[in-house]
Structures are given as C-alpha cells and as structure tokens.
C-alpha cells in the first residue's frame, strides 16, 4: 500500500527556520515525482514545487523559487521542504503528493498534510 | 505559466441534479494533461480525473471528464450527499504544474 506521512503540526516565530518530512513506502521511492502543495488558510492549492528523488532534480513554481528548498534523501525514502526565514505569510497547510514515474503525471496520492502556523 | 480559472465560484444544487464545471487555461494544456480533484473539509485532495476524461482508480461512474485544448469540464451527472465539496483542476502538462482556483459545490 502506497503510504506519504509527513511530519507534525508546527508553531514557529517569524525569522525562524523548518523543515518538514514526507516519508515514502510502498512503492520505489526513488523512481516517483514528489510533489509539494501549499493551501493558505480557507483557500486554494498551489503547485510549489516537485523532486525526483531519483536524482534530485528539482523544479519550482516562479512564486515559490528562492522561497523554499526541497530535497530529498533516498536512503530514508523522505523527501523535506524547508524555510531559512518563516514569514507569517507561510502560515498554511503543506501537503506531500505523488504521480506516476513520469513528470508528466498528476498526484494519485498524497499525505496527510502538515499545518505550520507563523505568528510572533 | 498556465493559468487555470475555474466557473462558477459556488455551485448551488440539490442532491440528485446534474453538475457541470469549467475549467480554462490560459494556452493550451499539452497532451489533454489535466485532473479534477475533489477536497472535502480537513481532508486532502482525492484525484477524480487525469488525462482530461480519464477516471482515477475506485472513482464512481458519475463523474466525468471531457475537453481539450484550452477548455476542461467536469460533469457529475447526478449528486450524491457527498459530493459537495470543492473541486480543483490542475495542469500537469507544461514545466510547471498549476491549479486553478477552485469550485465550491454546495448543497442548495
């Protein structure tokens, strides 16, 4: 069975930095896209970014570029999304999703989500 | 990038009417790539669609999927009790993803 568990609900100050986890089983970890969705409070998705873990190569939306860093490491079957500066503005549910082995694939499954909460 | 924007904001219908719903991108979606996904309230999103009329696995036969090019619907052709709930598309077919905005299908 095809399980992304991501890792718990956070509370940070502004300026601090997270890392959140995605852990992967149940399939090859390292031949499936990972993708990373952003729902802010009572709103809509948003794509991102993506990693194949594979190699690690990585693309990001332009709005998300220079904002976050995904990675990811095989070894563990996780893959991470992470902040140097948490704004307020990052306040949002964050969820881990998975396609097909090609880029060229939409989420089938996805993980539970993590809500991280920004406020001084 | 691909900008998808979705109509109606809100559906209103009552359990048993049809529901159409538009997506439509700003150019044109390669290869048909797109889904339909639904949310429900403190949940995550569940893949209904991909390929544009392609129904993911254990998804019922009422929904459906239909278009191509710049212009997407999905169709449920007659409303369970749970069905209201908020549905997405999404491109996967460029070097970025995107979503659009949402439907919000409520219970009139």
């Known amino acids: 069975e095809v399980q992304l568990v991501q890792s718990g609900a956070e509370v940070k100050k502004p300026g601090e930095s997270l890392k959140i986890s995605c852990k992967g089983s149940?399939?090859?970890?390292?031949?499936?896209?990972i993708g990373w969705v952003r729902q802010m409070p009572g709103k809509g998705l948003e794509w991102m970014g993506i990693?194949?873990?594979?190699?690690?190569?990585?693309r990001y939306s332009p709005s998300f570029q220079g904002q976050v860093t995904i990675s990811a490491d095989k070894s563990i079957s996780t893959a991470y999304l992470q902040w140097s500066s948490l704004k307020a503005s990052d306040t949002a549910m964050y969820y881990c999703?998975?396609?097909?082995?090609?880029?060229?694939?939409?989420?089938?499954?996805w993980g539970q989500g993590t809500l991280v909460t920004v406020s001084s | 990038e691909i900008v998808l924007t979705q109509s109606p904001g809100t559906l209103s219908l009552s359990p048993g009417e049809r529901a159409t719903l538009s997506c439509r991108a700003s150019?044109?979606?390669?290869?048909?790539?797109l889904a339909w996904y639904q949310q429900k309230p403190g949940q995550a999103p569940r893949l209904l669609i991909y390929?544009?009329?392609s129904r993911a696995t254990g998804i019922p036969d009422r929904f459906s999927g239909s278009g191509s090019g710049t212009d997407f619907t999905l169709t449920i052709s007659r409303l369970e009790p749970e069905d209201f709930a908020v549905y997405y598309c999404?491109?996967?077919?460029?070097?970025?993803?995107?979503f659009g905005q949402g439907t919000k299908l409520e219970i009139k």
């Open positions: 150019q044109s979606v390669s290869s048909s790539y």
């Open positions: 149940g399939y090859s970890f390292t031949s499936y896209w």
């Open positions: 999404q491109q996967y077919g460029s070097s970025r993803y995107t």
């Open positions: 990693i194949y873990p594979g190699d690690s190569d990585t």
């Open positions: 999703a998975i396609g097909g082995g090609s880029y060229y694939a939409p989420f089938d499954y």
């Open positions: 390929g544009a009329s």
